[in-house]
């Protein structure tokens, strides 16, 4: 397996888990699974990723792009615990978490000589959500579920309101010109009527 498909299935496996979290769980959840059981399954087989990657590194060991998968998932785990603490001693902002979190593992891949280009933030990006995800409590989890939920319910309810509204426009210019057709259809019959009176 070429170091592109490497990287694509790296990437395929991040937006795979972004979009079960986003997306597929609130759904789930909604219509009555226990998502507690799906993200075990999902934590079960990250773990076994992990595995294969370590066996792969084990099996290449020259292979530079799992050398570099293999530092990121290190560092990355260390600049999410290094961005908690500055949090947690008010020296970050929560806001700025990730940010400090991504910019310790590309000032690590520098210093090791290691281009940082799109490929390799969208990795490291993918390697401290799920690092960051890993940390928190099933209660957190299920919190942050709660809230995505929450989220999604609130804009529905705003494109409902919009919808809503713009339907009640329509229907205020829908009886605007039902008014100007009857106008007109008044106009135009006592001017029918005198013409057949005349005839």
Do not use: W
Request: net charge neutral.
């Amino acid at each position: 397996m070429s170091e592109l498909n490497i990287l694509f299935v790296i990437i395929g496996l991040a937006v795979g888990v972004g979009v079960t979290v986003l997306v597929i769980l609130p759904y789930l959840k909604k219509k009555g699974v226990d998502t507690e059981a799906v993200l075990q399954k999902v934590d079960d087989g990250i773990k076994e990723a992990k595995k294969y990657t370590d066996a792969a590194k084990t099996l290449v060991p020259g292979n530079k792009f799992l050398n570099v998968l293999s530092i990121i998932e290190h560092f990355g785990g260390i600049g999410v615990g290094q961005a908690a603490q500055l949090s947690a001693s008010l020296q970050l902002p929560a806001g700025q978490r990730k940010k400090s979190a991504e910019d310790y593992v590309y000032n690590v891949l520098n210093k090791l000589g290691i281009e940082v280009d799109d490929n390799i933030k969208t990795i490291v990006s993918g390697v401290i959500e799920n690092k960051v995800y890993e940390l928190k409590s099933p209660e957190e989890k299920k919190s942050a579920e709660q809230t995505a939920v929450q989220t999604q319910i609130s804009q529905i309810q705003t494109q409902n309101s919009q919808l809503q509204s713009e339907k009640d426009k329509l229907q205020q210019e829908n009886e605007k010109l039902k008014q100007t057709i009857a106008s007109i259809q008044g106009a135009v019959t006592p001017v029918q009527n005198t013409a057949s009176t005349a005839q």
